[in-house]
């Protein structure tokens, strides 16, 4: 039978950045992050155009801002 710490890899006394990296680490194991703590897929959708003029405002707008057509 474990004595202090009932067989956990981190002891029960360990400080606080000692227990975050265990967490990182068995995450990370897991497939659920890195182990830096970033998510393993993109959390964004990024697009780009590769080719042309890119339209940042494709919504026509009055010299106000306001939207035309509302």
Do not use: H
Not at 16 to 22: A, F, G, P, R, V
Not at 25 to 48: D, F, H, Q, V
């Amino acid at each position: 039978m474990a004595k202090g710490n009932d067989g956990e890899v981190v002891s029960f006394r360990a400080n606080e950045k000692d227990l975050k990296d265990e967490v990182l680490r068995r995450n990370a194991k897991a497939g659920y992050c890195t182990r830096l703590g970033e998510p393993t897929y993109a959390t964004k959708i990024l697009s780009t155009v590769g080719w042309g003029k890119q339209k940042l405002n494709v919504w026509p707008r009055d010299k106000n801002g306001q939207l035309i057509g509302d």
